[in-house]
């Protein structure tokens, strides 16, 4: 209801500061009429498509507890792949010495080393670098990424500065970060299932990630070995872990998307052979093929129509920051076209596929002026076009429903994860504290959309629970988890 009252008013305006002259005009005015309708019409089928009243997280939450279930009984059981990580120890604190950790997202490349100094010192020091993946990689061959990786990691090697110590006669151990589909085969192996986030790389699919690096970094005559394979969700959960012993969730929201918890290995009918020790097990979900009964609008089957992974990974093309942009372009486009938003013609910058990014609807959704002033020039900055306030407004509302969507499905998700864990072992998770590390660009730096996931967190467990449930942001975690995996699983003895 509260959509029809606020835009309204807004497509009013549209209608009478663009056209002051079309009293006088009645067939140009009846066109103009049908064209002010339509660009209403359509942000009211936007906003219904993609609602998310209670009933649908309600049931996005369920199904996603069904779904993983389905997982862990049989591989291939549902479309979450419920990973086995084989992390099975998670950091206790007092790991000890130099460790390095390479990061693979989806945007960036990141290499760190961390110098552990146990109990007492915790992270003594840290130096990290990062760099933007070239385009041109995402869509090359598996030797140029895997060689870029390397050569990024020579260079860095060399800059280690004297606050860092590797015993003597010691290889320096990395933790590998892959933030993709990997159907891992021990702690340091793992086969690379599909690429998604838009990478088509050639010849890594199918292939261990961990020999294409050896083979790299011996191309590039980088001595070091990679003691741990960590899915990002799974570093960000040992990092996390690493400073409050109530982390059991992870998520992932930054240009795609993923979570992973801790499992009791008795909740897992498909892992066959020695159980851990522990008892426990880091499962990765894989939750962005997640799809059932996730509202979808016209323009996200026209984006999935047209991505490179068509009907996979709906969650994530729903909830992650790769995609929120180009939904509301899409949108836009669809409103310029026929209801003649930004005038007669459709502007050509807004007609390039993913032109509108998602840190730009972000830096939208933070214009508090009257005049929406940022809104108008980041419009016209990326999308080359000028607008009215009522344009600017409505521009809002598109961006508005597409994100609420996507934060309240996340928190939807999490919920999920949770009531799964609580279901098999009652009262320990929402009768006290639970911590859900949260790391990505998207979760970082878009506050709509954490406020929208914390919203529908909320509403699904109810004020009293939620408040023992502590979605946090975990800031660089997942580099420093993987070092920390890296030093669980060094091949040296260590003393701690
Ligand atoms: P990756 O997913 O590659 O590991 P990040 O976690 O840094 O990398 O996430 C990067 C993604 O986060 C970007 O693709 C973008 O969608 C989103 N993002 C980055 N900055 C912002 C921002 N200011 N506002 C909203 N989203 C952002
Ligand atoms: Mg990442």
């Given amino acids: 209801m509260s959509v029809a009252a606020t835009t309204s008013p807004a497509v009013g305006t549209l209608y009478v500061s663009r056209f002051p002259t079309s009293r006088g005009m009645p067939r140009v005015t009846m066109a ?26 309600r049931h996005v939450a369920d199904s996603m507890t069904a779904d993983m279930r389905a997982g862990l009984a049989v591989d291939g059981g549902s479309n979450l792949k419920m990973i086995l990580s084989y992390v099975d120890s998670l950091p206790s604190g007092n790991e000890k010495g130099l460790f390095y950790a390479l990061d693979l997202g989806g945007t960036n490349f990141r290499a760190l080393r961390v110098q552990l100094g146990g109990k007492e010192d915790r992270v003594v020091a840290t130096e990290f670098e ?76 199918g292939r261990d990630v961990v020999a294409c690096l050896n083979e790299a970094m011996e191309r590039q005559g980088v001595d070091m070995r990679v003691s741990a394979l960590v899915n990002d969700t799974v570093g960000t959960l040992a990092g996390a872990r690493y400073w409050d012993d109530d982390v059991l969730v992870a998520v992932i929201l930054g240009t795609g998307t993923n979570a992973c918890y801790v499992e009791r290995t008795d909740c897992i009918p498909k892992l066959q052979g020695p159980k851990s020790s522990s008892g426990r097990t880091i499962i990765n979900t894989e939750w962005g093929a997640f799809s059932d009964g996730i509202p979808l609008t016209v323009f996200d089957r026209d984006m999935d129509a047209a991505s490179i992974n068509p009907g996979e990974q709906i969650f994530e093309k729903t909830i992650s920051g790769m995609y929120l942009g180009e939904i509301a372009r899409r949108a836009l486009v669809t409103m310029a076209e026929e209801g003649s938003l930004f005038g007669m013609a459709v502007p050509n ?54 994100v609420r969507r996507g934060g309240r499905l996340a928190g939807a998700g999490i919920v999920g994860i949770l009531q799964k864990m609580e279901q098999d072992s009652k009262g320990t998770i929402f009768n006290k504290r639970t911590v859900v590390a949260m790391d990505g660009g998207l979760y970082e730096h878009y506050p709509q959309y954490r406020s929208y996931l914390q919203d529908a967190v909320t509403e699904l467990l109810g004020s009293e ?29 260590h003393d701690f």
């Fill in 32 to 57: 103009l009429r049908s064209n002010v309708v339509s660009v209403g019409s359509i942000l009211t089928k936007l906003q219904k498509d993609c609602a998310t009243p209670f009933p649908v997280i």
């Fill in 130 to 205: 990062q760099l933007s993946i070239p385009q041109e990689l995402m869509f090359g061959t598996s030797e140029e990424l895997f060689d870029f990786i390397a050569s990024t990691l020579a260079g860095f090697a060399e800059k280690e500065s004297e606050k860092f110590h590797l015993p003597h006669g010691r290889q320096r151990e990395i933790g590998f970060t892959f933030s993709f589909p990997v159907k891992q085969t021990s702690i340091d192996s793992g086969i690379l299932m599909k690429w998604t986030k838009g990478f088509a790389v050639s010849g890594t699919a």
């Fill in 349 to 402: 910058k807004l007609s390039t596929p993913f032109a509108l990014r998602t840190p730009d609807i972000c830096a939208m959704q933070q214009d508090n002026s009257d005049d929406l002033q940022a809104v108008g020039s980041i419009l016209h900055d990326v999308a080359g076009v000028e607008s009215s306030l009522s344009e600017r407004r409505i521009v809002l509302e598109v961006c508005d429903a597409i």
């Fill in 465 to 493: 629970t939620s408040k023992n449930i502590v979605i946090e942001h975990s800031k660089d975690g997942s580099g420093i988890g993987a070092a920390l995996l890296a030093a669980t699983n060094s091949k040296y003895d």
